[in-house]
Each structure stands twice: as structure tokens, then as C-alpha cells.
């Protein structure tokens, strides 16, 4: 099975939810010996080396486009193009790769795809509470809408149960079949991050107990 990744919410210089999630989820992923990967993403610098690596490029295949990131959004935004699997299947200008069998999109904000995609919403906090964010990061929400990234979706997965309330209450009626397409699956302890505390830490904490 080959599986297209959008590594684009990977590429943020200061880690934070998504990032780290997404990179946990491929590494996890990349386990299994059956599956081939797609990446793809999009800057003007080269990707860092320690995402570059944990992506087993030797295995797997990586489509590096170089366009403006705002020509790109607003593209995205205003014709829903390029679509994300045509520009995996093009490098260099020329048709390369086969179509992906299905898409993961780790963030449902960024491009359109033309093939089964399994959507990742993480929360729909711009969606709840639109006064936090700047006027840019409300106008960006309703230009990359995610309902009809929702309506084409065969999996949609989202981190909680309330994440999946929040889904039922602003888009069961746009979205058919919403409640079936969901899966909650809650992230884990990622066991590399993961520092057992000392014998005499544990003592030190019964003992305040």
C-alpha cells in the first residue's frame, strides 16, 4: 500500500501539538514493513535533517516543491489548486510517482487531494473561540472551510471525545454519514520522551505522601 502524507504541519520551526503528534504518528507507522510512504511538503529552505531522517527516505519517497507558501495558500484557498496528489505525482515537472491508494492530512486546513483521504482534526478551537485568533488566522478559517474536506473523508480522526462532539455539533448536518466516519483514538505516551524517575525521586515522593 502506498500512503501520501502531507508534511507540511511537520515543518513548523517551534514544535508544538501538531508537530509532534504527526511525527510520532509516521514514525509509528513507518513500523509497518507493508506500507510505502509518499511525503510531501513545500518551502523555499531545505527540510531539517532530523525530519528527513525519521521520514526513511531510503524506503520511502519525499516530493519537495519550492512554491511561495502564500501563492500556495492563496491557490489552495481560491481554486482548490494544486491538488496535493497531483504535485505527489509530478517531480521535476514530469509525471513520477503512482497515485497514492489513500492520503493522511494531519491538518484538514491545508490543500485539497483527489484520492480516499483519512482527515486528523485536532480541535476546532479557530471554529469555538474565532475572538483568540487575528483577523488573518479567521479570514485563513473560512477560506480553507473544512466541511467539504469532511464530506470527502473515508476516516476522520479526531483525539478525544469532546473533539468529537464539537464535530457533531457544527457539522452533522453537512456532513453525511459524520457519525460513522469518526474514530477517536487519544494520543499516547510516546516512550522515547519517556524518563522513569529515579528510585530515591520515588522515596522522596511516598514520603511526602
Same mark, same amino acid.
Given at each position: 500500500?502506498?500512503?501520501?502524507?502531507?508534511?507540511?504541519?511537520?515543518?513548523?520551526?517551534?514544535?508544538?501539538?501538531?508537530?509532534?503528534?504527526?511525527? /510520532?504518528?509516521?514514525?509509528?507507522?513507518? =513500523?509497518?514493513?507493508?506500507?510505502?510512504?509518499? #511525503?510531501?511538503?513545500?518551502?523555499?529552505?531545505?527540510?531539517?535533517? =532530523?525530519? /528527513?531522517?525519521?521520514?526513511?527516505? %531510503?524506503?520511502? !519517497?519525499?516530493?519537495? $516543491?519550492?512554491?511561495?507558501?502564500?501563492?500556495?495558500?492563496?491557490?489552495?484557498?481560491? *481554486?482548490?489548486?494544486?491538488?496535493? &496528489?497531483?504535485?505527489?505525482?509530478? %517531480?521535476?515537472? &514530469?509525471?513520477?510517482? /503512482?497515485?497514492?491508494?489513500? #492520503?493522511?492530512?494531519?491538518? @484538514?486546513? *491545508?490543500?485539497?487531494?483527489?484520492? %480516499?483521504?483519512?482527515?486528523?482534526?485536532?480541535?476546532?478551537?479557530?471554529?469555538?473561540? @474565532?475572538?483568540? #485568533? $487575528?483577523?488573518?488566522?479567521?479570514?485563513?478559517?473560512?477560506?480553507?472551510?473544512?466541511? !467539504?474536506?469532511?464530506?470527502?473523508?473515508?476516516?476522520?480522526?479526531?483525539?478525544?471525545?469532546? &473533539?468529537?462532539?464539537?464535530?457533531?455539533? *457544527?457539522?452533522?448536518?453537512?456532513?453525511?454519514?459524520?457519525?460513522?466516519?469518526?474514530?477517536?483514538?487519544?494520543?499516547?505516551?510516546?516512550?522515547? #520522551?519517556?524518563? @522513569? @524517575?529515579?528510585?530515591? =525521586?520515588?522515596?522522596?515522593?511516598?514520603? =511526602?505522601?
Amino acid at each position: 500500500m502506498l500512503i501520501g502524507v502531507d508534511i507540511r504541519p511537520l515543518q513548523e520551526q517551534v514544535l508544538s501539538g501538531v508537530p509532534i503528534f504527526g511525527r /510520532t504518528l509516521i514514525k509509528k507507522l513507518l =513500523e509497518q514493513k507493508s506500507k510505502h510512504f509518499l #511525503f510531501f511538503a513545500n518551502s523555499l529552505e531545505a527540510l531539517p535533517k =532530523e525530519l /528527513t531522517d525519521d521520514l526513511n527516505l %531510503k524506503k520511502n !519517497k519525499l516530493v519537495h $516543491t519550492r512554491i511561495p507558501n502564500k501563492l500556495l495558500n492563496i491557490s489552495l484557498a481560491a *481554486f482548490g489548486a494544486p491538488s496535493i &496528489t497531483r504535485l505527489l505525482q509530478t %517531480k521535476n515537472g &514530469t509525471a513520477s510517482y /503512482t497515485k497514492p491508494d489513500i #492520503f493522511l492530512s494531519l491538518n @484538514p486546513y *491545508f490543500g485539497s487531494v483527489q484520492t %480516499k483521504t483519512i482527515e486528523v482534526v485536532h480541535d476546532l478551537t479557530p471554529r469555538i473561540y @474565532p475572538e483568540f #485568533f $487575528t483577523a488573518k488566522m479567521r479570514l485563513a478559517e473560512k477560506c480553507f472551510g473544512i466541511t !467539504k474536506k469532511l464530506q470527502k473523508a473515508s476516516k476522520i480522526v479526531v483525539l478525544s471525545y469532546s &473533539t468529537a462532539g464539537d464535530l457533531a455539533y *457544527f457539522y452533522d448536518k453537512s456532513v453525511k454519514n459524520l457519525e460513522q466516519k469518526i474514530v477517536v483514538i487519544p494520543p499516547g505516551l510516546d516512550f522515547d #520522551f519517556l524518563i @522513569p @524517575p529515579l528510585n530515591e =525521586e520515588l522515596e522522596r515522593v511516598r514520603r =511526602e505522601l
